[in-house]
């Protein structure tokens, strides 16, 4: 429900989250997160990183919406190494 998504995103702007993993898109994709995002219902005053990272069983290439891209949708399997140091997360 857009009501529940909405709500999320007002949640980890308000608490200060840089970066989110999603998954169950069966792909990989990184976007941003902003105010471009912002509707009536709520605004976004961050930018914050969303990666999508889901690739299991059948890989899906189609978007639903193309706003905020970085890394386009890659519909492979792969997996992903994240490493979380004092000052930064590198993956």
Do not use: P
């Not at 909405?6 to 898109?25: L, M, P």
């Not at 706003?67 to 590198?90: F, M, N, P, T």
């Amino acid at each position: 429900m857009d009501s529940d998504r909405d709500a999320f995103w007002k949640i980890i702007d308000k608490c200060n989250i840089d970066i989110v993993f999603s998954s169950h898109e069966h792909n990989y994709s990184r976007r941003i997160i902003d105010d471009s995002f912002s509707n009536w219902n709520s605004r976004y005053e961050r930018k914050v990183n969303q990666v999508i990272t889901g690739g299991g069983e059948k890989l899906i290439d189609k978007y639903k919406g193309k706003q905020g891209i970085v890394v386009a949708l890659i519909a492979v399997y792969y997996y992903l190494v994240v490493d979380i140091e004092d000052d930064c997360i590198r993956m």
